[in-house]
């Protein structure tokens, strides 16, 4: 099945973010990574409601409790309260990391070039199994119990929904043209999508 992505909302571009990296959600707010910080977005009101100064260069994802940052070639994770960076492990990439996602007590990590997803042991690094998908990975979510990915190349994104055994594509929603998407996180009805250097976040339609 393949349709066109619905953009139900845009925020930013936010003041001194160059590009966006990781999204994910906890409930209430989007938080995104924007290179040397970690942000919080009220998605109600578009504003920024908290920042905080650590390394935030790929992936972001959250567990119920914590959050998780790709940083370079480490995962961090944080405590979403005061910021701080409570424990690291490997990034499976080591350094060439997309998304990052939490489900059924992993990580789920994408390995952009390789056109890869990694599901990860949160507490060591250690790679369980990989997904090889055709396209270059960004976002990694898992939402009701389905496993999608964002893919940017060629000056192309989508949005896909995979097998979560095979890596096979079972849906694909098209961005439309001239629009990415960086990172990526399940939120409700929407997909909260990072849009790289345009500093934006987009809302799009899961349906």
């Known amino acids: 099945m393949t349709r066109t992505a619905t953009i139900v909302r845009e925020y930013g571009p936010f003041p001194g973010v160059e590009a966006i990296h990781g999204v994910s959600y906890d409930g209430r707010q989007v938080w995104f990574g924007s290179g040397d910080r970690l942000n919080a977005l009220d998605p109600e009101s578009g504003e920024t409601v908290r920042s905080f100064d650590v390394p935030a260069h790929a992936g972001t994802a959250f567990d119920g409790k914590h959050l998780y940052q790709i940083a370079e070639d480490r995962i961090q994770k944080i ?120 500093g934006v976040i987009r809302a799009v339609s899961r349906r």
Not at 106 to 114: F, I, P, S, T
Request: glycine content about 14%; overall charge negative.
């Open 79 to 198: 405590d979403p309260e005061s910021g701080r960076v409570l424990s690291t492990i490997p990034a499976p990439a080591g350094g060439a990391d997309s998304g990052l996602a939490w489900a059924e007590g992993a990580l789920w990590v994408g390995h952009y070039r390789e056109r890869q997803i990694h599901q990860i042991d949160p507490q060591t690094g250690k790679v369980l199994r990989t997904l090889q998908s055709d396209r270059f990975v960004t976002g990694v979510t898992w939402t009701e119990g389905e496993l999608w990915h964002a893919t940017w190349e060629n000056d192309e994104s989508e949005i896909r929904r995979i097998d979560p055994e095979s890596g096979k594509v079972l849906e694909s929603v098209h961005m439309p043209e001239g629009t990415f998407v960086s990172g990526m996180e399940a939120g409700g009805d929407r997909f909260y999508c990072g849009g790289g250097k345009s």
